[in-house]
């Protein structure tokens, strides 16, 4: 948001229950942990980054395979992603949590007063998002943004700017709406992949001379093309 922007006042507090207890636990940790305060600070608010590079190395990848379907699932975990993060944020305003630094005096916070609410986190549910997208069809990738995410989370609790349900609820609203997505866009979006291949968007979408396999349908492999798994 832009600077300035007045901080809007919670309907709600997280600062109840076993989350108040883990990001207390959490806290108390950063507190005598000073020599990983700005490395964690630093992952915290630009690590997100990070993930922004694994969708981008996701789609090379999928352009060298020069399978549709899975160009179309490396199109889709970029999509799902920006979807995600939108539909979080009416989640974000309905839900209305105060920061942790709003409800719990003498915490240490290292991160910025934010001008928005606390539930969900956008940065976990972008790490989500990104993480399911990437299994859908390469799993290594996947797995580096998983480990990845898990760090996010942890920062995002450990900076003081979120509570732990916080990033828990991120991530799975950002998974569950890629996955979700899938089912429902993979076959039109395969399809207009391939449609895209006689057109002269062909270089961003496959790096081979050759009409772009059907991939799996239903399922099951194309059986002119036995390398068309989804997962990599």
């Known amino acids: ?17 076993w989350d108040k207890t883990l990001f207390l636990d959490v806290n108390h940790f950063a507190q005598h942990t000073g020599w990983l305060h700005a490395p964690m600070l630093a992952y915290a608010n630009y690590g997100v980054a990070l993930f922004g590079l694994l969708l981008v190395a996701g789609w090379w990848l999928a352009r060298r395979r020069g399978d549709a379907r899975v160009m179309a699932a490396a199109l889709w975990a970029m999509a799902g992603t920006a979807i995600a993060v939108l539909v979080a944020q009416p989640v974000n305003h ?32 972008v790490a989500g998002a990104v993480t399911a997208g990437l299994l859908l069809y ?7 943004a998983a480990v990845a995410g898990v760090v996010m989370c942890a920062a995002r609790v450990y900076i003081g700017a979120h509570y732990p349900q916080d990033v828990a609820a991120g991530f799975a609203l950002g998974a569950a709406v890629v996955l979700i997505g899938w089912i429902i866009a993979r076959i039109p979006l395969t399809s207009l992949v391939r449609r895209l291949t006689a057109t002269p968007l062909r270089p961003l979408l496959t790096a081979g001379a050759r009409p772009l396999p059907a991939g799996p349908v239903n399922g099951q492999p194309a059986p002119s093309s036995p390398r068309s798994h989804v997962a990599g």
């Open 94 to 125: 309905a839900v209305a949590e105060a920061r942790p630094w709003q409800s719990l005096p003498h915490i240490l916070v290292l991160a910025g007063h934010s001008t928005d609410f606390s539930f969900p986190s956008d940065h976990a549910t």
């Open 1 to 17: 948001m832009a600077g300035g922007s007045p901080i809007p006042v919670p309907r709600t507090s997280g600062a109840y229950g």
């Open 138 to 144: 390469h799993r290594r990738l996947g797995i580096i």
